[in-house]
């Protein structure tokens, strides 16, 4: 019988946020096993086997380990491709290559503005760290323009990667989240029609509810 895999660090982490909603789309059991950031235990000899750059999410199953949440959210899919929401890697090279597109895009044109809000605009007042106004203004403009091209495309197609909600949607999730529910960014993403409506849609999932669940019994 098939163990649980294993997923180490805090579910309010937005990168192994990412990997649970994946393990939640794809109903794969998993076990989270609880780091504690502010002791440094992700710094530790023991932790940093598993992830060398010493951050979370860490991700075992059974004899493999892995690091990068969207390096194992594709590695949950291949493997469980049979189990829970099978066309969430797509079914086809086609497909796959259009889900790698936005997942590439989310990873190199969304991620670096939204990460860097996120933290400026929801940790960094939690963990008395002054606020850089600079760095929050010019990420605000860099996400203004990626989230211009996402209004666009999703005014074309019900996702980013076609008719169906894929991997590349559930990648935005995370941040987008705290971006709109924790900040006063959120009318970024509320302004724009097409993105406002694909925001409602994927933040309504069961997987993304039980994953903020989880964030608040924290
Ligand atoms: N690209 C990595 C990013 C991992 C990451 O930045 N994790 C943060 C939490 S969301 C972390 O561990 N920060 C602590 C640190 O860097 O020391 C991924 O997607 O897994």
Redesign the pocket.
């Known amino acids: 019988m098939a163990t649980a895999v294993k997923v180490y ?1 805090p579910p309010i ?4 946020s ?2 649970l909603v994946c393990l939640l789309e794809k109903d794969v059991e998993f076990q989270l096993i609880s780091v504690n ?1 502010s002791k440094g235990e ?2 530790k000899p023991d932790f940093l086997k598993i992830q060398p ?5 860490a991700f075992e199953d059974e004899d493999i380990s892995l ?4 390096a ?1 959210c594709r590695y949950v899919c291949e493997k469980y491709a049979d189990k829970g929401n099978r066309g969430l890697y797509g079914t086809n090279p086609l497909a796959k290559a259009s889900i790698d597109q936005w997942l590439e895009a989310e ?1 190199q044109s969304f991620n670096p503005p939204t ?1 860097t809000l996120v933290f400026q605009l929801a940790f960094a007042p939690k963990m008395k760290i002054k606020q850089d106004q600079g760095l929050i203004k010019q990420s605000e403009g860099k996400l203004a323009k990626v989230l211009d091209v996402y209004d666009k495309r999703l005014g074309e197609t019900q996702f980013l990667a076609g008719h169906d909600f894929s991997l590349a949607d559930l990648s935005h999730l995370p941040n987008t989240q705290y971006l709109v529910g924790a900040t006063e960014k959120g009318e970024l993403f509320t302004s724009r029609k097409n993105v406002a409506r694909w925001w409602a849609e994927i933040s309504s999932r069961d997987s993304w509810k039980k994953v903020l669940d989880m964030q608040k019994s924290v």
């Open positions: 660090g982490s937005t990168a192994v990412r990997v950031m992700h710094k750059f010493g951050q979370v999410p690091f990068e949440s969207r194992i990873g990460s």
